[in-house]
């Protein structure tokens, strides 16, 4: 089945306490991405991969990192997580497609972060 | 700066009527829409885009027109069903950053019997 998993979905932690969320998909897709979702705000892009080792910042990448080493994952670390960091995230992947490509952007099913 | 807008935070709509969700947008560089379909503890999931070539795109019961003067673009959903009851999203992508996509805040459609 053609899916984006992340892992943990849920995740309370403490201010400065680094984390990493995994981000995984079995479509062979060169895009993947994050997006964070907040009440009033909608989905927020933090970081974006067109392909292996290559990635770029998206509408919010303060206090992220990504890693892009393979094909299938893409990681997002938080080095020293801060309470305005408590968000739903959301990792996307697709086909890189052309410059208006139609392949549609898979979603995983979210990782609830809570930074106390 | 919120550069795509949907102004009805919910919505709510009789089974078998129609659904019409609407969304403004400020930035003129963006040229490709999408809408998103999310539910609850899940992803969203694409439903369905518009170029700024055309003005129309239908997909079964779902429509998506665009206004490109009023920087407008609208979702219908004839004839709205119970399993439509989700939060629906609209995003767009300027020119030349087909990956860069810009969402609204939402709008809860919630289709009562």
């Known amino acids: 089945e053609a899916q984006v998993t992340q892992n943990p979905r849920y995740l309370i932690t403490v201010t400065g306490k680094k984390l990493t969320v995994t981000c995984s998909q079995n479509?062979?897709?060169?895009?993947m991405s994050w997006y964070r979702q907040d009440p009033g705000l909608g989905l927020r892009q933090i970081y974006y991969s067109m392909n292996v080792e290559v990635t770029d910042k998206g509408d919010v990448p303060e206090g992220y990192k990504v890693s892009r080493k393979e094909k299938r994952n893409f990681p997002l670390i938080l080095e020293s997580p801060s309470p305005n960091q408590t968000s739903l995230y959301f990792c996307?992947?697709?086909?890189?497609?052309?410059?208006?490509?139609?392949?549609?952007?898979?979603f995983g099913p979210g990782t609830r972060l809570t930074v106390l | 700066d919120q550069q795509v807008k949907q102004n009805s935070p919910s919505l709510s709509v009789q089974e078998g009527r129609i659904s019409i969700l609407n969304c403004d947008y400020t930035n003129s560089m963006f040229d490709y829409f999408l809408w998103y379909k999310k539910y609850p503890a899940e992803g969203p999931t694409f439903l369905i885009s518009i170029s700024s070539i055309k003005d129309k795109n239908e997909d079964g019961r779902f429509t998506v027109f665009l206004n490109k003067s009023a920087k407008h673009l609208s979702l219908h959903i004839v004839p709205s069903q119970p399993g439509d009851s989700a939060v629906y999203f609209c995003a767009a992508s300027p020119t030349g950053t087909a990956s860069k996509l810009t969402f609204g805040t939402g709008t809860r459609l919630q289709v009562t019997l």
């Open positions: 479509m062979n897709h060169e895009y």
């Open positions: 996307a992947s697709r086909t890189s497609g052309g410059l208006h490509s139609t392949d549609t952007q898979y």
